[in-house]
Nanobody, 122 residues
Framework: QVQLVESGGGLVQAGGSLRLSCAAS????????MGWFRQAPGKEREIVAA???????YYADSASGRFTISRDNAKNTVYLQMNSLRPEDTAVYYC????????????????WGQGTQVTVSS
């Protein structure tokens, strides 16, 4: 079955950058819409960004202009480039996939990674 593994999280100072990666295996990556979600302590999981099979993108308002989602179908990998990070970006970031078109809704994603911690210090 499909497995997703995130990497690239860590501790960064406010204003810094991180690039998250999500490697997929066990399925047909090119047929999936992929998304990045995050969950901070005490808060609901929320969409950050999503990308279609062909590279069309969606961004949450909080991410627009600072984050960029992309995919490399040859490597079965989706990326989230995060720039101008803020303390409020601190959360566990999850990679997710679904068969078909992209969606901003958590419940419409079938496959989930284990998450990677992003901590932004002041």
């Amino acid at each position: 079955q499909v497995q997703l593994v995130e990497s690239g999280g860590g501790l960064v100072q406010a204003g810094g950058s991180l690039r998250l990666s999500c490697a997929a295996s066990g399925g047909t990556f090119s047929s999936y819409a992929m998304g990045w979600f995050r969950q901070a302590p005490g808060k609901e999981r929320e969409i950050v960004a999503a990308v279609t099979r062909s590279g069309g993108t969606y961004y949450a308002d909080s991410a627009s202009g600072r984050f960029t989602i992309s995919r490399d179908n040859a490597k079965n990998t989706v990326y989230l480039q995060m720039n101008s990070l803020r303390p409020e970006d601190t959360a566990v970031y999850y990679c997710a996939g679904r068969q078909g078109i992209l969606s901003p809704m958590t419940t419409q994603y079938n496959y989930w990674g284990q998450g990677t911690q992003v901590t932004v210090s002041s």
